[in-house]
């Protein structure tokens, strides 16, 4: 039965879509409609309103949409829809404020004379109103009405022209900042939860362990890794256009004729394009640098994008001569002020020591007052003229309210297709195609393709990736990133304005377009685009790196970027620690000769005996290194012939569970049942008949499974073995010398600590016990950051303990200070010795192995090291023999 109200809810939605009634309650109403009728159907029937649910009951999957935009949990930290409406609003307000106009009539002034020249124009406005406004239907209108009577004035072909339109007006569903990203990555970090859990079981049920290594977590994401993974797919779906429309114009001309521009190409000229770019291309450096430089999160470039938005409204709409621009010099001269003052002055209020961070302090109040000053002003004018603003900020209100309450709906329904089995009916689809993860993918793009032809994208985003996403993540075999996943629904997603019947860029632009525009026309002119975005789809899926090497490169090079220790990157530095070793090999070795040739001899026996320990470890790491390449060989040496084994054993694995997990079930209902008769009956012979299939499927696994299975494990742990030796011995190699340059840097602040320690003994004469106790800690204190005070720090730490009890131990004390100077005075002359005639030795051999050898103990990754790693760890790797 649950299969019957799974394909009545499927039903409903798809009849309420099909009639016209609103998505944002056709989504909702199917599913309180199905979960109605299933639980009062199971209550009537079987006496159970829970009996037609493949699990829980009618209310707690009501409440479960309901409570939640993400039909999971409600996480309250989870911000990221708040920069929905900021990007509206700025959206919006750059519609309204004519910036679209101006942009397209300048630049096809500025390209009208090369072939094909106001199509390419068409596409770099669309491009720019993209990362500006990302509001599909205002640029598509926009566009229509300027571009589309020019083009045809100019005999450009009507299939080309709607269609060049109609294309480059979706492109603000990929290029950032989009709302497609910001929704779909809300999904995915839902998502990911679900695909780690699913790939923890998945590791338990193929290795026995409970806990899987963090090497091998699925990584979430967030609106900004969104929008820096989508940056170069979209620009490269911009070029995908342009060079469509160059090299069609070149082949044939007549269909894409060269436009004289009207006028010189003069400074006057020059002026009136920069006046139309560089304010949209200054706002899309805010918005995008801002969250690329880890200046702002997401939501706070949305603010700034609304801001910026605001102003560039009260200078483009004003017919004031005099002041029309005064508010956006003020506003500049404001950020540049602010710019200035936090990059130069301490702006923490509490940490105000000086006149010179009190000057700052207030430069900055100033400064901020002029900037909200600057916005105030705007928004005056945008209000008082044609009552802009009021309509914006209506229009943001419409949209958002019809965002949010799809994303309630969808989550209902969602909610409602979990209640009766649909996912694990997917799931269980999925992986029962042939082929793996690229089977699984190919048949979900090509679902979402499909479903772009009757759906929106937000319906595709907050009903299709909360079923499918999990899916794909998991699946260790492609291993992907929910970046790249994201970026490739969206591409995908942007197809559903284009196709047919209901584009909605096909619709906007056929209400705009003139009655000598035929709609078949309009369809026949999207169909290159469209097979430019699958071809885009095809390349971003080849080359996953183009995705992920920003969100990689900008994580990395962060102020808050992980340690070098971190296990995510392990595998990648490595390879860059494995080519170091490789290429500069001999120089590394003569620094270890040289280190070696070191004199030590009056440093304390302990350091003695850890310089020559790490200075074995560092001339064994390059056998370490074999031994994991080794390691390595053997592995990739008998992948070929075990992989397909092991392919086959874990889909039968997977089998039997599944059919274990019923029979558990079946099993179950029978010991619950106190009646008998036919029924009972069917339940025990359907017992019986799952048993017969799992001992059918438990004969079909090969008997060199478990054999070939402990080999390859063997080698496996032998890599993971060798792998962890090396890392360890790289480890021992480097810290020894680190510590013992920090230690010896530190001889300057441990001389001046040596009246307090040789004094120490006068200070306490005449105090009570606690009061001497108490001076005796505050002397302990200044060591704690000075390395290899530890001998000090003890015979400190005796005098204290021999001033409590009853009764102080004075002579005890007194013995133990003297014990503490004396360490003192020991430590101090091998230090000022070793800070003249060993420190430049040290500090030579460190810089010849720092970035080699020693890369693992790195505070962060130089910049250097940091991009070769992202770019490493932007291609996935197949982690399923883990499996």
């Not at 004729?257 to 003069?266: E, K, L, N, W």
């Not at 772009?452 to 260790?476: Q, R, T, Y």
Request: net charge positive; glycine share 8%.
């Amino acid at each position: 039965m649950e299969l019957f109200f799974l394909g009545l809810l499927l039903v409903l939605m798809v009849a309420a879509l099909g009639s016209g009634f609103p998505v944002a309650f056709a989504l909702p109403g199917a599913a309180i409609l199905t979960i109605m009728l299933a639980g009062v159907s199971g209550y009537v029937f079987a006496g159970d309103a829970a009996a037609y649910f493949f699990t829980g009951s009618p209310w707690q999957w009501l409440s479960a949409g309901v409570t939640n935009l993400r039909s999971v949990y409600w996480v309250v930290e989870r911000d990221t829809l708040i920069a929905v409406p900021l990007f509206i609003f700025m959206g919006i307000m750059l519609q309204k404020s004519k910036i679209a106009v101006d942009l397209l009539v300048t630049m096809a002034k500025l390209f009208g004379p090369i072939p094909g020249g106001l199509g390419i124009s068409v596409v770099f406005v669309g491009a720019l109103l993209a990362a500006t406004t990302g509001i599909v239907g205002a640029t598509v209108v926009a566009m229509g009405l300027i571009s589309l009577p020019a083009m045809m004035r100019n005999k450009y072909s009507t299939p080309l022209a709607t269609g060049t339109i109609a294309a480059s007006g979706t492109l603000g569903q990929i290029i950032p900042p989009s709302i497609v990203l910001i929704i779909l990555a809300d999904q995915l970090a839902s998502a990911t939860d679900q695909a780690g859990s699913l790939r923890k079981a998945l590791y338990k049920q193929a290795t026995g362990e409970l806990s899987m290594p963090s090497i091998f977590d699925v990584g979430s994401t967030s609106a900004g890794e969104m929008f820096l993974g989508a940056l170069v797919p979209g620009l490269v779906l911009v070029a995908l256009y342009m060079v469509y429309i160059l090299v069609f114009a070149m082949i044939k001309p007549e269909v894409a004729p060269a436009v004289s521009r009207g006028r010189a190409f003069d400074f006057k000229f020059m002026q009136d394009v920069l006046m139309a770019l560089v304010p949209p291309l200054a706002l899309i450096f805010l918005v995008l640098g801002a969250i690329i430089t880890g200046v702002a999160t997401v939501n706070q470039a949305g603010a700034i994008g609304a801001a910026g938005a605001l102003i560039m409204a009260g200078y483009r709409l004003t017919d004031e001569a005099k002041n029309r621009y005064s508010p956006a010099i003020l506003a500049i001269a404001s950020v540049l002020v602010l710019a200035f003052v936090v990059n130069n002055f301490t702006m923490n209020i509490k940490l105000i020591k000086t006149d010179q961070d009190l000057l700052g302090i207030l430069i900055g109040v100033a400064a901020s007052l002029a900037l909200a000053a600057s916005l105030i002003w705007s928004g005056i004018r945008v209000y008082r003229i044609e009552n802009t603003l009021h309509e914006v900020m209506i229009d943001t209100a419409k949209t958002t309210s019809l965002v949010f309450v799809i994303l309630m709906g969808a989550a209902i329904l969602t909610s409602a297709f979990r209640a009766f089995g649909g996912e694990e009916l997917v799931r269980d689809f999925l992986f029962s195609l042939p082929g793996g993860f690229w089977t699984k993918f190919i048949v979900v793009m090509g679902v979402i393709f499909i479903l772009g032809f009757f759906l929106d994208f937000i319906e595709i985003s907050v009903v299709v990736v909360p079923i499918v996403a999990p899916i794909l993540l998991a699946d260790p075999s492609a291993n992907i990133t929910a970046v790249w996943l994201g970026v490739m629904i969206g591409l995908n997603i942007q197809t559903s304005f284009l196709t047919p019947p209901f584009g909605f860029a096909l619709f906007y632009l056929r209400g705009v377009a003139p009655a000598t525009v035929k709609t078949i026309q309009m369809y026949k002119g999207v169909i290159p685009f469209i097979g430019l975005q699958l071809l885009a789809l095809v390349v971003v899926a080849n080359f996953p790196a183009m995705v992920n090497y920003l969100p990689n490169r900008v994580t990395l090079t962060s102020s808050t970027a992980p340690p070098p220790l971190n296990p995510q990157l392990q595998y990648c530095i490595g390879r860059y620690v494995f080519g170091e070793l490789e290429s500069n090999g001999d120089e590394i070795r003569a620094a270890i000769a040289s280190a070696s040739k070191l004199d030590v001899s009056y440093l304390p026996k302990k350091q003695q005996t850890s310089i020559r320990k790490a200075l074995d470890s560092a001339m064994s790491v390059f056998d370490r290194r074999d031994d994991v390449f080794q390691a390595e060989a053997a592995i990739s040496s008998a992948t070929p012939a075990y992989r397909p084994l092991h392919s086959k054993v874990r889909s039968i694995e997977k089998d039997i569970l599944k059919i274990t997990q019923k029979l558990k079930a079946t099993t179950t209902e029978i010991d619950n049942r106190t009646s008998k008769g036919q029924e009972l009956g069917n339940l025990v012979a359907l017992a019986a008949d799952l048993k017969a299939q799992r001992l059918q499927l438990e004969s079909g696994i090969p008997e060199n499974w478990k054999v070939e299975n402990d080999r390859f494990n063997k080698l496996m742990n032998t890599e993971k073995l060798s792998r962890r030796k090396y890392q360890r011995t790289t480890d021992q190699a480097y810290e020894v010398f680190a510590e013992l340059i920090s230690t010896i840097s530190a001889t300057d602040r441990l001389a001046g600590l040596g009246d307090d320690i040789e004094q120490l003994g006068d200070k306490i004469k005449g105090l009570e016990a606690k009061q001497a106790s108490k001076v005796i800690g505050t002397t302990s204190r200044l060591f704690n950051s000075i390395k290899g005070t530890a001998a000090i720090r003890k015979e400190l730490s005796r005098a204290r303990k021999a001033l409590r009890g009853k009764k102080a131990k004075l002579e005890k004390v007194q013995k133990s200070l003297q014990k503490a100077i004396e360490a003192y005075q020991q430590d101090l002359k091998w230090r000022q010795r070793a800070r003249t005639e060993l420190l430049p030795g040290l500090q030579e051999y460190d810089v010849a192995i720092r970035y080699s050898i020693g890369l693992r103990l790195q505070p962060a990754l130089p910049k250097e090291q940091a991009l070769i790693v992202a770019s490493c760890n932007s291609i996935p790797r197949d982690i399923s023999l883990n499996f």
